[in-house]
């Protein structure tokens, strides 16, 4: 009997060893593709990252700061302007801004000429060629300020406007030290029409066409409570506006840092898609 128990007893060892190497070999092989996994997936996320980015993205203060430039010279009642100069740039573009730029009291229409130089110079830099009379006179369009002859100063318009442009941010990266390359999504909405309007309708969001209709891309549902300002951006369009940014027109905004640490647009292009 104690031959037969040694013999179950080396049996049972032996069952025990082989098992146990056998856990330890099904376990290294698991961490082995484990590993290959991870790092295929890391790789992948570094290539990933590298095709869609060319430079690394700013940092949090520094988006802030580029989105608050961006609002104070993308005024939401004209299309985003294509140059490769500053001076090339469409006057009415470079001076619709102006209006919300200035600051002054609450309908008071009327701006100076010193008030105007000083805030071009700020947004669009030195280099900028002012001839405020003339770029002003022969830009035909109501966002632009006029001189007036009896007061000697330029008046804005007060007409409120249907139909405006606004943007999304979608990439900001940092060129070097003092250049940025800003992607923007450019969409359209009604600004009247909508719940607050019309409780039963739906505001329109899309591509505004050269003939100044609107290609719609997306509706916004009258019952979401949506507050629409054409000089407010809403989250809930941002959102469903770069989600859908494939139907919608792209920008590519060049922003430098001038001596005096203030940002100055550069150039802006168009993405052909």
């Known amino acids: 009997m104690k031959k037969y128990g040694l013999i179950i007893c080396v049996l049972l060892l032996c069952i025990i ?8 070999y099904i376990y290294n092989e698991f961490n082995i593709e484990k590993e290959i996994k991870d790092k295929i997936e890391q790789e992948n996320i ?3 990252d590298e095709e869609e980015n060319e430079y690394p993205l700013a940092s949090g203060d520094e988006t802030d700061e580029i989105k608050t430039y961006l609002n104070s010279i993308l005024d939401q009642c004209q299309k985003i302007a294509e140059f490769d100069d500053i001076n090339e740039a ?3 573009w470079l001076y619709a801004p ?3 730029y200035i600051v002054r009291d609450e309908g008071d229409y009327y701006v100076t000429e010193e008030e105007i130089k ?3 110079i700020e947004l669009y830099g030195n280099d900028l060629k002012i001839d405020i009379r003339k770029d002003t006179d022969n830009a035909d369009d109501f966002v632009v300020p006029k001189f007036d002859e009896e007061t000697g100063e330029y008046m804005f318009s007060a007409t409120g406007i249907e139909v405006y442009d606004q943007y999304a941010v979608d990439t900001i990266e940092k060129i070097d030290d003092l250049t940025y390359r800003v992607t923007v999504v450019e969409y359209t909405v009604n600004l009247f029409g909508g719940p607050d309007e019309n409780p039963t309708s739906k505001t329109i969001v899309g591509v505004r066409q050269d003939d100044g209709s609107i290609k719609e891309v997306f509706e916004v549902n009258p019952n979401e409570n949506i507050e629409l300002k054409y000089y407010v951006q809403n989250d809930e369009i941002i959102e469903d506006v770069l989600e859908n ?3 919608f027109n792209s920008y590519s ?4 840092r001038n001596e ?7 150039s802006i292009m168009k993405i052909e898609k």
């Open 260 to 266: 005096n640490g203030l940002l100055n647009v550069k």
């Open 46 to 48: 570094i290539t990933n």
């Open 118 to 120: 000083k805030a071009l």
């Open 90 to 92: 469409d006057k009415t």
């Open 253 to 256: 905004i060049t922003i430098e």
């Open 98 to 100: 102006l209006n919300r």
């Open 17 to 24: 060893a082989i098992t146990t190497v056998n856990a330890w």
């Open 245 to 247: 940014k494939d139907n």
